[in-house]
C-alpha cells in the first residue's frame, strides 16, 4: 500500500540539529511504501531582507530547490509545500504573500499554516516547542478573514495547537466553514508541566472535543504528532526506552481509534512529523505501528489513512 507523509519539515538547524534531503530519505527509505510527502512550514531559511510580510517566502524557495532534487533523485517526492504567511495581514498584502508562495513553489504551494498554539506563563518553561501565537488569536477578527481567504482561494489552512485550545479551534472552524482546515497533532495533547501526570483526565476531554471538531465538516484531522517529548510520554529522554511497535500502538492507540471512528477514515491522515518526533520514535517503528492501528478497517479506509485523504485535502 502507498504511503503518503503529510507532514515533515526540513531545516539545517532548528535545535534538533540538520534535517536536510538526505536525512528524509533516510527515514522515508526505511519504509519503501512511503512516495510521496509534504513540507509543512517551520520558520526556516526566511528572508533576511525586503519587505516583512514576505520574508516567508525564502522559506517556500528553500523548499521547492530540494523537492526539485527529490523528484530528479530515487525514493519518496516531496509533492506539496504547505507554507507559513501572517494570516491577520490586509487582504492586498495576504494575496501578494500567497502570490508569492504559489510563484515560488514549483507547483507544490497548497496551504498556509499560521498556528494558533498559545503557551500560558505556566506552561512555556516545560515545553521542548512553545508555542508563540497570542493569546485568542483564532477569534481575531483579521486572523478569521484571512483564513476565509485561504479558501476563497482555494488553500487549506493548518493548525497546531495545545489541547486546551480545541474549543478556540471550534468556533473558528463554525465560523469560516468554507475554508478546509487541518488540525495537526491530534491538538497536541500535553503531558508536561501542569498537564503531567493527567492523561486519563485530559483524553476525556479530548475525546468529547473530537466528537465536536467531527460534526464540522470542514475539519480534516492529522494522526501523529504525539512522540514530541512535550505529549510527555518520556520515550525521548533515554534511547533504551524509544517504544517498539507494539509498546506504541498499547499507549496510543484509543487516541488513533477515537478520532478515526468519529471522523471516518475519509477525514484522517497518518503524519511522521519528522524530525520532531524522531527524537522519541524511528520512522519505521511509526508506520508499521499505523498498520496495526489500522488493521481492522477496510481496503478503502486504510488506503484513505495511508495516502488518499493527504492526496486529496492537499490535491497532491
Excluded at 488553500?155 to 488540525?183: C, G, I, K, S
Excluded at 484509543?254 to 524511528?282: K, Q, T
Amino acid at each position: 500500500m502507498e504511503i503518503v507523509d503529510p507532514h515533515h519539515h526540513l531545516w539545517h538547524d532548528r535545535g534538533f540539529g540538520a534535517y536536510l534531503l538526505d536525512d528524509l530519505r533516510d527515514d522515508t527509505d526505511s519504509v519503501p511504501d512511503v512516495v510521496e510527502t509534504v513540507f509543512v512550514e517551520c520558520g526556516a531559511e526566511y528572508r533576511t531582507d525586503g519587505p516583512d510580510h514576505l520574508r516567508p517566502v525564502g522559506e517556500t524557495e528553500f523548499v521547492a530547490a530540494i523537492a526539485d532534487r527529490s523528484a530528479e533523485t530515487d525514493g519518496a517526492t516531496i509533492t506539496g509545500i504547505v507554507a507559513a504567511a501572517d494570516l491577520r495581514l490586509p487582504l492586498e498584502l495576504l494575496d501578494e504573500v500567497l502570490d508569492a508562495h504559489e510563484a515560488a513553489a514549483g507547483g507544490r504551494f497548497r496551504g498556509i499554516r499560521d498556528a494558533l498554539c498559545h503557551a500560558t506563563v505556566d506552561l512555556r518553561p516545560h515545553l521542548t516547542i512553545a508555542g508563540r501565537a497570542p493569546e485568542g488569536k483564532a477569534a481575531d477578527p483579521d486572523f478569521r478573514r484571512g483564513v476565509a481567504r485561504l479558501g476563497v482561494r482555494g488553500f487549506t489552512y493548518d493548525t497546531w495547537h495545545y489541547h486546551p485550545q480545541n474549543q478556540e479551534f471550534l468556533e473558528l472552524a463554525r465560523a469560516v466553514p468554507e475554508t478546509t482546515m487541518v488540525l495537526d497533532h491530534f491538538g497536541t495533547p500535553l503531558g508536561v508541566g501542569p498537564w503531567a501526570g493527567r492523561r486519563d483526565e485530559i483524553f476525556a476531554g479530548w475525546r468529547d472535543d473530537v466528537a465536536a471538531l467531527a460534526e464540522c465538516p470542514n475539519v480534516v484531522l492529522k494522526l501523529g504528532g504525539m512522540a514530541m517529548p512535550d505529549n510527555g510520554f518520556g520515550w525521548h529522554a533515554d534511547t533504551a526506552d524509544r517504544p517498539d511497535v507494539q509498546t506504541f500502538v498499547d499507549a496510543q492507540a484509543s487516541w488513533y481509534d477515537h478520532a478515526i471512528d468519529r471522523f471516518g477514515a475519509d477525514r484522517c491522515m497518518f503524519e511522521s512529523n519528522f524530525p520532531v518526533d524522531r527524537l522519541s520514535l524511528d520512522y519505521a517503528v511509526y508506520w508499521d505501528a499505523m498498520r496495526r492501528v489500522a488493521a481492522s478497517r477496510s481496503d478503502a479506509e486504510r488506503d484513505a489513512l495511508f495516502a488518499g485523504t493527504a492526496r486529496r485535502v492537499y490535491r497532491l
